[in-house]
């Protein structure tokens, strides 16, 4: 494996989902060991470049190629292979609610293998020491806060070591303290696992202070791409809306409508 190769390589997607186009041509590139971070309009097609990348979905056309594979090509059990290399964190933290945050950090272990229950309490408590709850253990969800709930969520997904993290609207819902907590946990676990991470949300400040580049994706192209700072610097029409917060732009403010004098009943 050629290290210096990006961890995933696009080229030319093509994606077409209920009679509308959603990749028009997208290539994109995510590097070892980095953050990246994908970002755009509602609706433009995140959460389906991310079910490409792990086989979920396959495109028209294109190339999609994880850790050397060709993702379109894998048969069921390569891709299974690997799914399993693959961390997910989602906005909803998804635990089990009448298992405790031990039970909820050991249930992916325990699915894939039989491990010695030593092992399996290791394991299972090194994660959470990473994201700082080893003393919540014994916790249920329901005791948990919003922001404890989406650490806990975080152990899980790094519980069997993976090469890749998705994290898909991590931000969602946290307070200011947990936000920060959870950015740190980000950074600091994609540097010490040697970790390559893909984060999907909309939140740009914190975005700012996480990713190593950015990709904006928009009417099925790559509207930019690069470091956090030269997007938000960014001169085109896509950047100056997107990162700039206007209202209008090339995401227009008003959905397609009839002619407004007609809508209301005057003569034209
Ligand atoms: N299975 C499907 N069949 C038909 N259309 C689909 C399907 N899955 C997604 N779409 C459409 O594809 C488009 C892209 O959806 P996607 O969820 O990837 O957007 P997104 O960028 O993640 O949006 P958001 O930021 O709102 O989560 C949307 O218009 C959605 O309605």
Same mark, same amino acid.
């Given at each position: 494996m050629n290290v210096t190769e990006p961890l995933v390589r696009i080229r030319g997607l093509m994606t077409r989902l209920g009679g509308k186009t959603i990749f028009d041509g997208v290539d994109l590139d995510i590097p070892r060991g980095g953050i990246t971070a994908i970002m755009g309009p509602s609706g433009t097609g995140k959460t389906t470049l991310l079910r490409h990348i792990t086989g979920q979905l396959k495109p028209d056309a294109g190339e999609?190629?994880?850790?050397?594979?060709?993702?379109?090509m894998l048969d069921r059990d390569a891709l299974f292979d690997l799914r399993e290399k693959i961390g997910y964190l989602f906005q909803n933290s998804a635990l089990l609610?009448?298992?405790s945050v031990f039970e909820n950090v050991a249930f992916p272990l325990r699915q894939h293998a039989r491990l010695p229950e030593e092992l399996v309490r290791n394991i299972v408590l090194t994660k #959470?020491? %990473?994201?700082?709850?080893?003393g919540a253990a014994g916790l249920m969800p329901a005791e948990l806060s919003g922001g404890m709930a989406?650490?806990?969520?975080?152990?899980?997904?790094?519980?069997?070591?993976?090469m890749l993290l998705i994290y898909d609207e991590p931000f969602v819902g946290l307070d200011p303290i947990a936000l920060n907590q959870v950015l740190k946990l980000i950074r600091t676990l994609n540097a010490t696992l040697g970790?390559?991470?893909? #984060?999907? %949300?909309?939140e740009l400040s914190a975005i700012r202070r996480v990713a190593d580049n950015i990709y904006l994706i928009a009417a099925g192209k790559i509207a930019a791409h690069g470091s956090p700072e030269a997007l938000t610097r960014g001169e085109t029409a896509w950047t100056k809306q997107f990162f700039g917060g206007e209202a209008d732009g090339p995401v227009p403010f008003h959905y397609p409508a009839r002619d407004y004098a007609a809508d209301l009943g005057f003569p034209t």
């Open positions: 999609i190629v994880v850790d050397g594979r060709n993702v379109v609610t009448d298992f #959470l020491q %990473a994201v700082g709850l080893r989406r650490r806990v969520a975080l152990a899980r997904a790094i519980v069997r070591d993976p970790l390559t991470s893909i #984060l999907v %949300a909309h």
